[in-house]
């Protein structure tokens, strides 16, 4: 019996590229870099910042990728803040029903500023038990969703997410997957499939 399920962010629960692409471009427009289309910050989305900047700056030197990283996530932050990003349809509602159900937490490679203006403007909060962001230490959002599991003393957990990254996650935390099919990604193989965030409620009599 399901005790818990976990959430990715984006691409899963909102997205942000209203704000995202923007955000960037200004910065690399500052950095006088070719500007990164919406199809390109798609593409990264999920990542931990090592890969997402390799992939999408391949040539910059560590200490300006960090730089530029962190300058990028503090214009996105605020924007954030400002005008929130896009929940996907039917997310409070679901949430709300599965809450009464199963322990819910989020675990995200993004950093904390990110997450704090995901729960501020959208005010979910109240339906999670943990939100986790990136942990610089390890880069590993499988070992982030371990220790969750492990603090709360979840049995069955499963983890739903967007992206191989997302599936990949759950395989090392050693939990069953699902996949969010209306997001950014494509994976694999997964446990389930959901096609709407609502499909979720799905899992309520597995």
Known sequence: MIDSIGFDLDGTLW????????????????????????????????LNKVDLMNKLFPDMDRATSAQFFDEATVECVEKLRASGGILYDGVEETLAELSKHFKLYVVSNCQESYMDAFLSYHKLGKYFCETAFEDP??????????KVIAKHGFKHSV??????????AAVLAGIPFGYAAYGFGTVDCY????????????????
């Open 15 to 46: 997205s942000s590229m209203n704000c995202i692409t923007g955000a960037w471009q200004a910065v690399a427009e500052g950095y006088g870099l070719p500007l990164p289309t919406d199809e390109q910050m798609r593409s990264v989305m999920g």
């Open 137 to 146: 230490a390890t880069l590993s959002k499988g070992e982030n969703i371990k």
């Open 159 to 168: 983890y739903i997410g967007d992206t191989q990254g997302d599936k990949n």
């Open 191 to 206: 446990d389930y499939k959901f096609d709407t965030f609502g499909d979720i409620l799905s899992i309520i009599n597995t």
